[in-house]
């Protein structure tokens, strides 16, 4: 059983202004700092442990063809559509996914960087869309 439990002790990680949401989700020294302390602060109770996860948002796996990110805050954003039309759909599943991409780049610096900070203290994820199929459709296309 997993329950979750409020922090315990004050939260001890970077307080740092950035000039955009964007910004903000890819400054991966931040991130990392910041998951850390997040991690440190609570009490793990249950079958619950410590997990650091990757993450640069929502949308990751459709950047890969092209979408951007809009972040709305520190705790989401979505990505714009990159297909509308047959022709679209036929150049993304013809394309090589962009693995160069600023997203993904934050994602593998983040995630070598938590092995390293987290120091076998804690399980490091890398965390791409949880229902990478459904997700990709929605994020890729102006289906909603």
Known sequence: MTVNVAPSRPYRGPDKQHATEKERWLDVS?????QIAEIERRDYVGDSFPCF???VGPGITASLFGAKIDYLNDRTGWSEPVGNSPQQWQQIIE???DFDNDYWQAMWCMTAMAIEAC??????????????????????????
Do not use: K, P, T
């Open 30 to 34: 931040f991130q990392v700092d910041r």
């Open 53 to 55: 996860f990757a993450n």
């Open 119 to 144: 120091n076998d203290r804690y399980v490091v994820v890398l965390q791409a869309d949880r229902r990478r199929g459904l997700r990709l459709v929605h994020m890729v296309s102006d289906l909603s």
């Open 95 to 97: 394309s090589i996914a």
